[in-house]
Structure formats: C-alpha cells, structure tokens
T-cell receptor, first 113, second 116 residues
Framework: AQSVSQHNHHVILSEAASLELGCNYS??????LFWYVQYPGQHLQLLLK??????LVKGIKGFEAEFIKSKFSFNLRKPSVQWSDTAEYFC???????????FGTGTRLQVFP | GAVVSQHPSWVICKSGTSVKIECRSL??????MFWYRQFPKQSLMLMAT?????????EQGVEKDKFLINHASLTLSTLTVTSAHPEDSSFYIC????????????FGPGTRLLVL
C-alpha cells in the first residue's frame, strides 16, 4: 500500500540546534516528494520539493532535504533552527502518474529560545 | 504567485443546515482542486478530487451525497456540506493544482466548521 511515514511525532529543540526530520515512503514507481510546513494558525506552505535531478534540494528559510532512492527516504534538515521554525511539518509523496498527494502524519516541532 | 483562498474562514451553523465553502485559485488556473479534512493534531485526509467541468472523485468512505463538490471554472471549486451534523465539525482545506504551478499543490487557509 502507498504510505508515508514520519517517525518523529514531536521534536523539541533549543534555538541553534540542528534539525533532521525523517520521512520514508512506500510507493511503486517514480515519485515526486514534498515537505510542507504549517505554522500555528496558518495554512500549509510549500517548503521544498523534489521532482528529479540533484537529490539534495534546497527550500525556503534555510531548509533542505535529501532524496535517497535506495532508502525510500526524503529527510528534512536545517543546520540551525530558530524559534520561528516552531510548526507542524508534513512530508508528502505524489506518484508520477497521479495528482494525489499522500501525506505523512506530521511532525510537531517546538523550538525554545 | 500561486495563491489559493477559501471563504469563509470559519462558520458556525445549526445541525441540519447546509454550508457552502468556496475555494479559489487567485493567480493561476486550477485544472484540479482537492478537498481535505484535518482533525486536531492529525494529518490531512483527502476527501475528494475535482476536475474542472467534470464530476468529483470521492475517496473511499466519503459520502458524496453529504459532501457535494462543484468545480465550475478553472479558478473556483465549492464544497457543500449538506444537512450538517456535529460530527461534520472539522477543518476543511482545499488545494489547487495546475500545469502553470509545476505540478505542485498549493493550499488554501482552511475553513473551520462548527456544527451545533
């Protein structure tokens, strides 16, 4: 079955700490991968996406993610988090021949000053 | 660019009434729009996919007669919750997708529905 797993449900960090959020997917065939962020009280915003090419993609606000095909993973990273990064982060996968997104359950990130 | 709006942002209604939620793509043509429900502290659950000018495709377990979707133009889709009941209270989110936005879904701000 097609699915997306986000292993970390709740992550608590201090400012300036490094961040890595895990995302693994189960999907047959070529995929497009996304990370979305939902700040408190706001709508989902696209952080970054991978369609093809360089497996290391850079997004907004200093985030990056690496697609490792052999591990079916697309982990999100940021070298130094800020208090303003406190939000819910969702990984999503889309098959090449479909428009539907399959979302992970989300990771709640809390950053303390 | 790639802005999606929803209206209303929140609505409170009595049980048994119908509520219409609008989703608009403001600066691109949305060949496809999606409707999701999001429960507190949970992920998004896809309810249905609507393509402009054709009937919506509902996910398994979603009542098509309860949640009426119309995608009348390339910039507007509506979700009508018919005969709403308290269990329909939720956060409804739409997203829009089109060739000009590089096959990426852009999300609206959501509509919070409370049925009393």
């Amino acid at each position: 079955a097609q699915s997306v797993s986000q292993h970390n449900h709740h992550v608590i960090l201090s400012e300036a700490a490094s961040l890595e959020l895990g995302c693994n997917y189960s999907y047959g065939g070529t995929v497009n991968l996304f990370w979305y962020v939902q700040y408190p009280g706001q709508h989902l915003q696209l952080l970054l996406k991978y369609f093809s090419g360089d497996p290391l993609v850079k997004g907004i606000k200093g985030f990056e993610a690496e697609f490792i095909k052999s591990k079916f993973s697309f982990n999100l990273r940021k070298p130094s988090v800020q208090w303003s990064d406190t939000a819910e982060y969702f990984c999503a996968v889309k098959g090449y021949n479909t428009d539907k997104l399959i979302f992970g359950t989300g990771t709640r990130l809390q950053v303390f000053p | 660019g790639a802005v999606v709006s929803q209206h209303p942002s929140w609505v409170i209604c009595k049980s048994g009434t119908s509520v219409k939620i609008e989703c608009r793509s403001l600066d691109f043509q949305a060949t496809t729009m999606f409707w999701y429900r999001q429960f507190p502290k949970q992920s998004l659950m896809l309810m249905a996919t609507s393509n402009e000018g054709s009937k919506a495709t509902y996910e398994q377990g979603v009542e098509k007669d309860k949640f009426l979707i119309n995608h009348a133009s390339l910039t507007l889709s509506t979700l009508t919750v018919t005969s709403a009941h308290p269990e329909d209270s939720s956060f409804y989110i739409c997203s829009a997708f089109g060739p000009s936005v590089q096959e990426t879904q852009y999300f609206g701000p959501g509509t919070r529905l409370l049925v009393l």
